[in-house]
Protein backbone atom coordinates (compact mmCIF):
# COMPACT_ATOMS: atom_id res chain seq x y z
CA UNK A 1 0.00 0.00 0.00
CA UNK A 2 1.13 3.49 -0.46
CA UNK A 3 2.46 4.96 2.53
CA UNK A 4 0.73 8.19 1.19
CA UNK A 5 -2.68 6.67 1.30
CA UNK A 6 -1.88 4.93 4.48
CA UNK A 7 -5.25 5.66 6.27
CA UNK A 8 -2.85 4.93 9.69
CA UNK A 9 -1.48 7.83 9.19
CA UNK A 10 -3.01 11.45 10.73
CA UNK A 11 -2.15 12.96 7.39
CA UNK A 12 -3.22 10.87 5.45
CA UNK A 13 -6.87 10.99 7.68
CA UNK A 14 -7.05 15.07 7.58
CA UNK A 15 -6.51 15.05 3.56
CA UNK A 16 -9.29 12.33 2.90
CA UNK A 17 -11.82 14.71 5.65
CA UNK A 18 -10.63 17.99 3.88
CA UNK A 19 -11.38 16.15 0.45
CA UNK A 20 -14.72 14.41 1.90
CA UNK A 21 -15.87 18.44 3.09
CA UNK A 22 -15.04 19.87 0.13
CA UNK A 23 -17.46 17.09 -2.03
CA UNK A 24 -20.22 17.86 0.42
CA UNK A 25 -20.05 21.34 0.36
CA UNK A 26 -19.97 21.76 -3.33
CA UNK A 27 -22.60 19.19 -3.51
CA UNK A 28 -24.44 21.37 -0.67
CA UNK A 29 -24.08 24.59 -3.17
CA UNK A 30 -25.36 22.32 -6.12
CA UNK A 31 -28.64 21.59 -3.91
CA UNK A 32 -28.97 25.01 -2.98
CA UNK A 33 -29.42 25.79 -6.56
CA UNK A 34 -31.40 22.68 -7.37
CA UNK A 35 -33.89 23.47 -4.41
CA UNK A 36 -34.30 27.29 -5.52
CA UNK A 37 -34.83 26.34 -9.39
CA UNK A 38 -37.56 23.87 -7.88
CA UNK A 39 -38.87 26.20 -6.17
CA UNK A 40 -39.03 29.12 -9.15
CA UNK A 41 -40.57 26.61 -10.98
CA UNK A 42 -43.39 25.79 -9.24
CA UNK A 43 -44.14 29.56 -8.24
CA UNK A 44 -43.74 30.13 -12.24
CA UNK A 45 -46.56 26.91 -12.69
CA UNK A 46 -48.18 28.68 -10.42
CA UNK A 47 -48.85 32.27 -12.09
CA UNK A 48 -49.21 30.52 -15.45
CA UNK A 49 -52.11 27.45 -13.96
CA UNK A 50 -53.71 29.45 -10.94
CA UNK A 51 -56.53 26.94 -11.14
CA UNK A 52 -53.94 24.26 -9.40
CA UNK A 53 -54.13 26.63 -6.10
CA UNK A 54 -57.51 28.87 -6.46
CA UNK A 55 -60.70 27.25 -7.04
CA UNK A 56 -62.42 27.64 -10.37
CA UNK A 57 -65.41 30.71 -8.66
CA UNK A 58 -62.47 31.98 -7.23
CA UNK A 59 -60.69 32.84 -10.38
CA UNK A 60 -60.74 36.33 -10.42
CA UNK A 61 -58.24 39.44 -11.32
CA UNK A 62 -56.22 38.67 -8.72
CA UNK A 63 -56.18 34.92 -9.10
CA UNK A 64 -52.48 34.63 -9.95
CA UNK A 65 -51.47 36.84 -6.93
CA UNK A 66 -53.54 34.14 -4.57
CA UNK A 67 -52.32 31.27 -6.40
CA UNK A 68 -48.40 32.58 -6.12
CA UNK A 69 -49.45 33.57 -2.04
CA UNK A 70 -50.48 29.68 -2.15
CA UNK A 71 -47.87 27.99 -3.61
CA UNK A 72 -45.50 29.54 -1.29
CA UNK A 73 -47.06 28.81 1.73
CA UNK A 74 -47.48 25.58 0.22
CA UNK A 75 -43.55 25.27 -0.33
CA UNK A 76 -43.06 26.44 3.48
CA UNK A 77 -45.34 24.06 4.80
CA UNK A 78 -43.42 21.24 3.12
CA UNK A 79 -39.63 22.59 3.33
CA UNK A 80 -39.70 23.81 6.99
CA UNK A 81 -39.27 27.08 5.87
CA UNK A 82 -40.33 30.74 6.48
CA UNK A 83 -42.23 31.94 3.34
CA UNK A 84 -39.99 35.36 3.07
CA UNK A 85 -37.78 32.77 2.95
CA UNK A 86 -39.25 30.81 -0.33
CA UNK A 87 -39.65 34.09 -1.74
CA UNK A 88 -36.06 34.73 -1.04
CA UNK A 89 -34.76 31.83 -2.83
CA UNK A 90 -37.34 31.91 -5.39
CA UNK A 91 -35.81 35.14 -6.25
CA UNK A 92 -32.42 34.13 -6.37
CA UNK A 93 -33.13 31.69 -8.66
CA UNK A 94 -35.57 33.70 -11.17
CA UNK A 95 -32.77 36.52 -10.84
CA UNK A 96 -29.80 34.51 -12.06
CA UNK A 97 -31.97 33.19 -14.97
CA UNK A 98 -32.36 35.93 -16.75
CA UNK A 99 -29.91 38.27 -15.48
CA UNK A 100 -26.78 36.41 -14.97
CA UNK A 101 -27.18 32.89 -16.59
CA UNK A 102 -23.23 32.13 -16.71
CA UNK A 103 -23.01 32.38 -12.77
CA UNK A 104 -25.94 30.64 -12.18
CA UNK A 105 -25.03 27.76 -14.78
CA UNK A 106 -21.65 27.74 -12.61
CA UNK A 107 -24.02 27.17 -9.14
CA UNK A 108 -26.28 24.65 -10.52
CA UNK A 109 -22.78 22.78 -11.11
CA UNK A 110 -21.74 23.72 -7.61
CA UNK A 111 -18.76 26.03 -8.40
CA UNK A 112 -20.55 28.83 -6.96
CA UNK A 113 -21.31 29.69 -3.33
CA UNK A 114 -25.17 29.93 -2.04
CA UNK A 115 -23.89 32.87 -0.34
CA UNK A 116 -22.14 34.47 -3.88
CA UNK A 117 -25.04 33.40 -5.52
CA UNK A 118 -27.45 35.72 -3.40
CA UNK A 119 -25.15 38.69 -3.43
CA UNK A 120 -25.27 38.75 -7.03
CA UNK A 121 -29.19 38.14 -7.37
CA UNK A 122 -29.64 41.19 -4.85
CA UNK A 123 -26.91 43.65 -6.72
CA UNK A 124 -28.12 43.01 -10.14
CA UNK A 125 -31.87 43.38 -9.68
CA UNK A 126 -31.05 47.31 -9.67
CA UNK A 127 -29.20 46.92 -12.89
CA UNK A 128 -30.28 48.04 -16.41
CA UNK A 129 -30.75 44.88 -18.90
CA UNK A 130 -28.02 46.58 -20.94
CA UNK A 131 -25.27 45.98 -18.30
CA UNK A 132 -26.81 42.51 -17.26
CA UNK A 133 -24.19 40.51 -19.42
CA UNK A 134 -21.00 42.73 -18.64
CA UNK A 135 -21.87 42.11 -14.80
CA UNK A 136 -22.07 38.25 -15.26
CA UNK A 137 -18.87 37.52 -17.17
CA UNK A 138 -17.11 39.87 -15.32
CA UNK A 139 -18.08 38.35 -12.01
CA UNK A 140 -17.74 34.56 -12.85
CA UNK A 141 -13.89 34.66 -11.60
CA UNK A 142 -14.88 36.16 -8.50
CA UNK A 143 -18.32 34.58 -7.52
CA UNK A 144 -16.14 30.76 -7.70
CA UNK A 145 -12.83 31.75 -6.04
CA UNK A 146 -13.20 35.05 -3.39
CA UNK A 147 -15.23 34.40 -0.18
CA UNK A 148 -18.68 35.93 0.42
CA UNK A 149 -17.03 39.14 1.94
CA UNK A 150 -14.25 40.06 -1.12
CA UNK A 151 -16.81 38.76 -3.40
CA UNK A 152 -19.31 41.10 -2.07
CA UNK A 153 -16.85 44.18 -2.42
CA UNK A 154 -15.89 43.35 -5.59
CA UNK A 155 -19.53 42.80 -7.08
CA UNK A 156 -20.19 46.23 -5.09
CA UNK A 157 -17.28 48.05 -7.10
CA UNK A 158 -18.23 46.44 -10.69
CA UNK A 159 -22.09 48.06 -9.98
CA UNK A 160 -20.91 51.36 -9.67
CA UNK A 161 -18.55 51.19 -12.73
CA UNK A 162 -21.32 49.81 -15.07
CA UNK A 163 -24.62 51.25 -13.43
CA UNK A 164 -26.19 53.99 -16.30
CA UNK A 165 -27.23 56.69 -13.22
CA UNK A 166 -24.66 59.08 -11.47
CA UNK A 167 -23.60 57.70 -8.30
CA UNK A 168 -24.58 60.99 -6.28
CA UNK A 169 -28.23 60.90 -7.85
CA UNK A 170 -28.46 56.99 -6.34
CA UNK A 171 -27.05 58.16 -3.34
CA UNK A 172 -29.30 61.12 -2.85
CA UNK A 173 -32.35 58.54 -3.74
CA UNK A 174 -30.91 55.71 -1.08
CA UNK A 175 -30.67 58.31 2.41
CA UNK A 176 -34.12 59.10 2.25
CA UNK A 177 -34.71 55.32 2.99
CA UNK A 178 -32.33 55.43 6.42
CA UNK A 179 -33.96 54.50 9.26
CA UNK A 180 -33.27 52.85 12.53
CA UNK A 181 -34.71 49.60 13.61
CA UNK A 182 -34.44 46.94 16.59
CA UNK A 183 -35.28 43.45 17.44
CA UNK A 184 -35.77 41.79 20.83
CA UNK A 185 -33.59 38.58 21.25
CA UNK A 186 -33.24 35.85 24.28
CA UNK A 187 -31.68 36.58 28.04
CA UNK A 188 -32.75 40.32 27.97
CA UNK A 189 -30.90 41.23 24.66
CA UNK A 190 -31.32 42.59 21.27
CA UNK A 191 -29.98 43.96 18.44
CA UNK A 192 -29.93 47.73 17.62
CA UNK A 193 -29.40 48.26 13.45
CA UNK A 194 -29.06 51.21 11.37
CA UNK A 195 -29.48 52.12 7.79
CA UNK A 196 -27.05 54.88 6.98
CA UNK A 197 -25.04 56.52 4.31
CA UNK A 198 -21.88 54.33 4.09
CA UNK A 199 -19.56 57.44 5.06
CA UNK A 200 -21.56 58.02 8.31
CA UNK A 201 -20.98 54.37 9.03
CA UNK A 202 -17.39 54.45 8.14
CA UNK A 203 -16.55 57.12 10.15
CA UNK A 204 -18.87 56.45 13.13
CA UNK A 205 -16.90 52.76 12.93
CA UNK A 206 -13.61 53.99 13.03
CA UNK A 207 -14.56 55.97 16.17
CA UNK A 208 -16.00 53.00 18.11
CA UNK A 209 -13.14 50.86 16.80
CA UNK A 210 -10.06 53.53 17.86
CA UNK A 211 -11.80 54.79 21.51
CA UNK A 212 -12.33 50.58 21.76
CA UNK A 213 -8.69 49.59 20.84
CA UNK A 214 -7.49 52.70 23.23
CA UNK A 215 -9.20 50.68 25.81
CA UNK A 216 -8.15 47.24 24.79
CA UNK A 217 -4.60 48.16 25.71
CA UNK A 218 -5.01 49.24 28.91
CA UNK A 219 -3.19 46.69 31.31
CA UNK A 220 -5.59 46.25 33.19
CA UNK A 221 -8.97 45.50 30.72
CA UNK A 222 -10.27 42.76 30.95
CA UNK A 223 -13.12 43.32 28.28
CA UNK A 224 -13.01 41.62 24.36
CA UNK A 225 -12.94 43.78 21.59
CA UNK A 226 -16.14 42.65 20.70
CA UNK A 227 -17.45 44.00 24.39
CA UNK A 228 -15.83 47.37 24.12
CA UNK A 229 -16.99 48.38 21.09
CA UNK A 230 -20.79 47.63 22.13
CA UNK A 231 -19.97 49.59 25.77
CA UNK A 232 -18.25 52.46 23.55
CA UNK A 233 -21.65 52.31 21.32
CA UNK A 234 -23.45 53.08 24.75
CA UNK A 235 -21.87 55.48 25.95
CA UNK A 236 -21.96 57.43 22.62
CA UNK A 237 -26.01 57.21 22.29
CA UNK A 238 -26.51 57.72 26.32
CA UNK A 239 -23.96 60.39 26.85
CA UNK A 240 -21.93 58.86 29.12
CA UNK A 241 -18.46 60.06 29.43
CA UNK A 242 -16.25 56.76 30.00
CA UNK A 243 -14.57 56.92 27.41
CA UNK A 244 -12.31 59.61 25.15
CA UNK A 245 -12.80 60.26 21.20
CA UNK A 246 -9.68 59.83 19.80
CA UNK A 247 -9.00 61.23 16.32
CA UNK A 248 -10.03 58.48 13.20
CA UNK A 249 -8.25 58.33 10.24
CA UNK A 250 -9.87 56.43 6.81
CA UNK A 251 -8.22 56.50 3.49
CA UNK A 252 -9.75 58.46 0.75
CA UNK A 253 -8.86 56.89 -2.78
CA UNK A 254 -9.56 59.02 -5.58
CA UNK A 255 -8.48 58.18 -9.43
CA UNK A 256 -6.16 60.87 -10.85
CA UNK A 257 -8.67 61.40 -13.62
CA UNK A 258 -11.75 61.51 -11.67
CA UNK A 259 -9.95 64.32 -9.43
CA UNK A 260 -8.97 66.34 -12.43
CA UNK A 261 -12.44 65.82 -13.20
CA UNK A 262 -11.85 63.83 -16.44
CA UNK A 263 -13.75 60.61 -15.39
CA UNK A 264 -16.26 59.31 -13.63
CA UNK A 265 -14.98 56.59 -11.50
CA UNK A 266 -16.04 56.43 -7.58
CA UNK A 267 -13.74 57.36 -5.22
CA UNK A 268 -13.00 54.71 -2.66
CA UNK A 269 -13.62 54.82 0.86
CA UNK A 270 -11.63 52.72 3.08
CA UNK A 271 -14.05 49.42 4.73
CA UNK A 272 -16.72 50.94 2.59
CA UNK A 273 -15.54 51.07 -1.29
CA UNK A 274 -17.33 53.12 -3.99
CA UNK A 275 -18.89 56.36 -3.04
CA UNK A 276 -19.76 59.22 -4.72
CA UNK A 277 -17.43 61.96 -6.18
CA UNK A 278 -19.44 65.00 -4.24
CA UNK A 279 -19.71 63.07 -0.91
CA UNK A 280 -15.67 62.11 -1.26
CA UNK A 281 -14.71 65.87 -2.23
CA UNK A 282 -17.10 66.84 1.54
CA UNK A 283 -15.17 64.58 3.41
CA UNK A 284 -11.86 65.41 2.07
CA UNK A 285 -12.94 69.47 2.70
CA UNK A 286 -14.51 68.32 6.26
CA UNK A 287 -12.51 65.59 7.36
CA UNK A 288 -8.31 66.55 7.45
CA UNK A 289 -7.87 62.81 9.09
CA UNK A 290 -8.82 61.59 5.51
CA UNK A 291 -5.42 60.37 4.44
CA UNK A 292 -5.82 61.48 0.46
CA UNK A 293 -4.09 58.93 -2.50
CA UNK A 294 -3.73 59.42 -6.01
CA UNK A 295 -3.68 56.30 -7.95
CA UNK A 296 -3.10 55.08 -11.06
CA UNK A 297 -6.09 55.28 -14.00
CA UNK A 298 -5.29 52.38 -15.71
CA UNK A 299 -3.59 49.57 -12.70
CA UNK A 300 -5.45 50.80 -9.36
CA UNK A 301 -1.86 51.19 -8.10
CA UNK A 302 -1.58 54.04 -5.07
CA UNK A 303 0.80 56.66 -7.01
CA UNK A 304 1.29 58.81 -4.13
CA UNK A 305 0.14 59.37 -0.52
CA UNK A 306 0.28 62.56 1.23
CA UNK A 307 2.72 63.59 3.71
CA UNK A 308 2.08 63.59 7.43
CA UNK A 309 3.65 64.67 10.40
CA UNK A 310 4.47 61.34 11.84
CA UNK A 311 7.41 59.61 13.15
CA UNK A 312 8.90 56.67 10.21
CA UNK A 313 7.45 53.77 11.71
CA UNK A 314 3.72 55.48 12.20
CA UNK A 315 4.25 56.62 8.21
CA UNK A 316 5.24 53.25 7.50
CA UNK A 317 1.68 51.47 9.36
CA UNK A 318 -0.23 53.62 8.11
CA UNK A 319 0.81 53.34 4.44
CA UNK A 320 0.24 49.34 5.12
CA UNK A 321 -3.15 50.34 6.47
CA UNK A 322 -3.69 52.14 3.25
CA UNK A 323 -2.76 49.76 0.43
CA UNK A 324 -3.29 46.50 2.15
CA UNK A 325 -6.70 47.98 4.49
CA UNK A 326 -7.59 44.63 5.81
CA UNK A 327 -5.84 41.51 7.21
CA UNK A 328 -3.49 39.47 4.52
CA UNK A 329 -5.30 36.07 4.70
CA UNK A 330 -7.37 35.02 2.34
CA UNK A 331 -11.20 35.80 3.28
CA UNK A 332 -10.36 37.57 6.56
CA UNK A 333 -11.81 41.31 6.61
CA UNK A 334 -10.57 42.27 10.33
CA UNK A 335 -9.03 46.06 9.39
CA UNK A 336 -5.67 46.49 8.89
CA UNK A 337 -5.32 49.04 11.81
CA UNK A 338 -6.59 46.76 14.23
CA UNK A 339 -4.06 43.82 13.20
CA UNK A 340 -0.42 43.53 13.82
CA UNK A 341 2.01 44.67 11.72
CA UNK A 342 4.04 40.90 10.79
CA UNK A 343 7.11 40.72 9.05
CA UNK A 344 6.78 37.68 6.44
CA UNK A 345 10.10 37.02 6.47
CA UNK A 346 10.78 37.18 9.93
CA UNK A 347 13.88 39.80 11.28
CA UNK A 348 15.80 36.81 12.90
CA UNK A 349 16.10 35.05 9.20
CA UNK A 350 17.29 38.74 7.54
CA UNK A 351 13.64 40.13 7.11
CA UNK A 352 13.48 43.65 6.38
CA UNK A 353 11.22 46.24 7.98
CA UNK A 354 9.91 47.58 4.71
CA UNK A 355 6.31 47.66 2.93
CA UNK A 356 7.36 44.59 1.00
CA UNK A 357 7.97 42.16 3.77
CA UNK A 358 5.60 43.90 6.02
CA UNK A 359 1.94 43.05 6.22
CA UNK A 360 -1.19 43.56 8.66
CA UNK A 361 -2.34 40.41 10.30
CA UNK A 362 -5.21 39.83 12.69
CA UNK A 363 -3.60 38.51 16.20
CA UNK A 364 -5.68 34.97 14.90
CA UNK A 365 -3.60 34.40 11.27
CA UNK A 366 -0.36 36.17 13.07
CA UNK A 367 -1.06 33.18 15.72
CA UNK A 368 -1.30 30.71 13.45
CA UNK A 369 1.52 31.20 11.07
CA UNK A 370 3.77 30.97 13.65
CA UNK A 371 2.35 28.64 16.03
CA UNK A 372 0.93 26.20 13.36
CA UNK A 373 1.96 24.53 9.82
CA UNK A 374 0.24 27.51 7.88
CA UNK A 375 3.06 29.60 6.25
CA UNK A 376 3.48 32.43 4.37
CA UNK A 377 5.73 33.40 1.78
CA UNK A 378 6.07 37.08 -0.09
CA UNK A 379 6.28 36.78 -3.84
CA UNK A 380 8.69 39.17 -6.36
CA UNK A 381 8.13 42.95 -6.22
CA UNK A 382 4.82 44.17 -6.52
CA UNK A 383 2.73 40.54 -6.38
CA UNK A 384 0.39 39.18 -3.62
CA UNK A 385 2.09 36.63 -0.86
CA UNK A 386 0.83 33.38 -0.69
CA UNK A 387 -0.21 31.39 2.37
CA UNK A 388 0.33 27.71 2.30
CA UNK A 389 -1.69 25.72 4.46
CA UNK A 390 -0.66 22.57 6.88
CA UNK A 391 -1.89 20.20 3.81
CA UNK A 392 -0.80 21.81 1.18
CA UNK A 393 -3.08 24.45 -0.47
CA UNK A 394 -1.69 27.43 -1.96
CA UNK A 395 -3.63 30.71 -1.75
CA UNK A 396 -2.35 34.24 -2.99
CA UNK A 397 -3.80 36.93 -0.39
CA UNK A 398 -6.56 38.72 -1.94
CA UNK A 399 -5.95 41.75 -4.02
CA UNK A 400 -6.84 45.69 -2.38
CA UNK A 401 -10.14 46.94 -3.52
CA UNK A 402 -8.45 50.01 -5.33
Known sequence: MDTLLDPALAETRVLFGIAEAEVAQRAQWRSSAAAFAAIDDVLREAAAHPEVFVDEQMLRGDAVELAVRAAVA??????????????AHRHIASTLRARMPSLWHWF???EVSTQNAREAASIVVDLPEAAWAAFDTQLIDAARTLAPARFAARARALRERLHPLPAVDRHERAVTQRRVFTEHDRDGMGWFSAYLPSETIALATARLDAAAFALFREA????????????VLTDFLLGGDATAKPGIALALTIPVLTLLGHSDEPALLEGVGPIDLDTARR?????PSLTRLLTDPVTGAVLQLDPHQYRLTAALKRWLCVTQPTCDFPGCGRRAVNCDLDHTVARAEGGTSTAHNLAPRCRLHHTLKHQTRWKVESGPAHARPVWTSPTGYQRTTDPPPF
Open 74 to 87: DLAVRLNLAEATVR
Open 108 to 110: LDG
Open 220 to 231: DETRTMSQLRAD
Open 283 to 287: LAVES
